[in-house]
């Protein structure tokens, strides 16, 4: 416990004293002032946890001690000691930042379990601050594995709008990550350390989504036995997802528009409206334009969401990416069962990279769980799914052209063919003949426009 340091400011002696001497008992480091002006040189060179200090003191006295302590240390707590005719000073010491007061005389126990009290909320704050970085930090970019760039393009948009409150509309098939998008904007953003809440539109009656979005007062309706806040209130501070908008039924879209427009919302069975302040993101994988037109959703609800859109690429358009993320899930999954990572085949490699993945990365990660359960120490083309084995490995071939009539790219996209051609479709051998790293090797097929024949 000595790691936890104690000043204690107290200018009578004999008092100053004892209270020191009980905290040693204790275990902890303890520094001793006489004076307010002693303590505040003490709080500026040593990292305090915690401050004991009487209200009345010459010169600096507790409350103005108390001020200078959240300007040198903000950390550090203050409990203050004080006489029961001077209770009015204390309550003005809680009001400025103080974490608890004792009144003279008072009881040794009392004392010493107010600062295991004061010691340990300053623990969970700090294990509080520390959980919210790791959280803010792990959810940056680092789950949205990729170096291609269609998906570099995208975290580009994110790092700019992230300091934005505007509203985003993340657009997309399903499984691409449109949540873990919603997520890096979030954390990245100064509402990072509020609520991140989110809700699929799709997955509930719409009752219970009216119900779940804008709450209900006590009554409201049959099993409606107390106030409940929306998750529109929910997320104040913070962000709010509205996963799957594009299923939203029409009744809820008005009310839904209505709230945004207003900055407030209505609970069911209440008249009075209640404000909010969160930071609006939908995702979806419909096209809500064509949705528009087609009367199914409302153009004006629309407008408000799509302010900025982001449309997430399917897995198929970055090729690239694929054997960065397939090693991510074998890497992750591995741990998670504290098994020895499997290598990956260049042949099951080249399979999954030529499938098409409608899926996207949904349909890799459990590609790679069932291959990873199936496999022993490598994964090969028989531990993956049929549909992925059977994603054939031909490239199409171009024309002989003579090679004077060639540019450089041309001859440099007949070559990289010819060489995929030599090796059967393995792309990780012909990089190695090509004499450059197999990420490169798919940027340059991305590039070239260079597919797999269907034929």
């Not at 204690?8 to 008092?15: G, I, N, Q, R, T």
């Not at 209130?233 to 299923?247: H, K, P, V």
């Not at 531990?383 to 090679?403: M, R």
Request: charged fraction near 25%.
């Amino acid at each position: 416990m000595t790691y936890h340091t104690i000043l204690v400011a107290e200018d009578e002696d004999l008092l100053r004293g004892i209270l020191s001497g009980l905290l040693r008992d204790e275990g902890y480091r303890v520094l001793e002032a006489a004076d307010g002006t002693n303590a505040l040189d003490m709080v500026s060179r040593e990292d305090v946890t915690l401050v004991i200090s009487d209200i009345n003191m010459p010169g600096v006295d507790g409350l103005e001690l108390l001020n200078h302590i959240k300007n040198l240390n903000s950390n550090a707590l203050v409990i203050m000691i004080t006489a029961y005719s001077s209770v009015d000073s204390a309550v003005a010491a809680l009001r400025k930042g103080a974490y608890d007061y004792l009144t003279k005389p008072f009881v040794n126990e009392d004392l010493l379990q107010t600062v295991k009290n004061a010691i340990a909320h300053q623990q969970l704050y700090a294990e509080n601050r520390y959980l919210r970085r790791e959280l803010k930090q792990r959810n940056r970019f680092e789950n949205l594995i990729g170096t291609s760039e269609a998906l570099q393009q995208v975290l580009r948009v994110v790092e700019k709008i992230s300091a934005t409150t505007s509203t985003v509309l993340i657009t997309g098939e399903s499984g691409t990550g449109k949540e873990l998008i919603a997520q890096a904007i979030h954390y990245n953003s100064e509402r990072g350390e509020g609520p991140f809440v989110a809700i699929n539109c799709g997955a509930l009656p719409d009752h219970l989504l009216e119900s779940e979005l804008f709450g209900y007062v006590k009554g409201a309706f049959t099993g409606a036995v107390a106030n409940k806040r929306g998750l529109l209130q929910t997320a104040n501070g913070g962000t709010l997802l509205l996963d799957e908008i594009g299923e939203m039924p029409m009744s809820l879209q008005v009310k839904l528009l209505r709230a945004l427009q207003d900055r407030s919302v209505t609970p069911l069975g209440s008249t009075q409206s209640i404000g909010f302040d969160a930071r609006i993101l939908a995702a979806t994988n419909r096209d809500l334009e064509a949705d528009v037109k087609a009367g199914r959703f409302r153009e004006d609800l629309f407008y408000r969401l799509n302010v900025i859109n982001i449309n997430m690429p399917p897995l198929r358009s970055r090729r690239e990416d694929i054997p960065l993320m397939a090693r991510h899930f074998v890497r992750r999954l591995a741990a998670a069962r504290s098994l020895a990572e499997p290598a990956i085949s260049s042949d099951a490699m080249t399979q999954m990279v030529n499938y098409d993945w409608p899926g996207n990365v949904r349909e890799l990660e459990n590609c790679i769980e069932r291959a990873l359960a199936l496999c022993d120490k490598e994964i090969g083309s028989a531990e993956l799914p049929p549909n992925v084995q059977q994603a054939g490995s031909a490239y199409k071939t171009e024309p002989a052209v003579p090679v004077s009539l060639l540019t450089l790219d041309a001859m440099e996209r007949q070559y990289i063919l010819d060489t995929l051609e030599r090796e059967h479709g393995d792309k990780a051998r012909a990089a190695k003949v090509l004499g450059i790293d197999l990420s490169t090797l798919y940027r340059k097929l991305n590039r070239y426009n260079i597919r797999r024949n269907e034929a």
